[in-house]
């Protein structure tokens, strides 16, 4: 079973940039395609970026476009979020795991929010 944990999220003024961090334990992660999602309050987790095994191929909502960028590092185990010039409409609970089902439990997520 992995375990997951993210960090790095804050309060960060519109047009400001954080840098968020996954760290995976337990099993290997590797061989997965990984993702990062978000849950604004009162709505549903959704897909934010996601990245193949191998780190060479990455996808990003339309929302997040020219402005978020998703990479990983094998040796340290860990899947990390760029997050620049952000929104106040990026304010989101931030949580990384599979991309797709079935997804390992989820993490606690790390908190973003932007002010305007």
């Known amino acids: 079973q992995v375990q997951l944990v993210e960090s790095g999220g804050g309060l960060v003024q519109a047009g400001g940039s954080l840098r968020l961090s996954c760290a995976a334990s337990g099993r290997t992660f590797s061989s997965y395609v990984m993702a990062w999602f978000r849950q604004a309050p009162g709505k549903e987790r959704e897909f934010v970026a996601g990245i193949s095994w191998s780190g060479g191929s990455t996808s990003l909502a339309d929302s997040v476009k020219g402005r978020f960028t998703i990479s990983r590092d094998y040796a340290k185990r860990m899947v990390y979020l760029q997050m620049n010039s952000l929104k106040p409409e990026d304010t989101a609970v931030y949580y990384c795991?599979?991309?797709?089902?079935?997804?390992?439990?989820w993490g606690q997520g790390t908190q973003v929010t932007v002010s305007s």
């Open positions: 795991n599979r991309r797709t089902e079935p997804q390992w439990p």
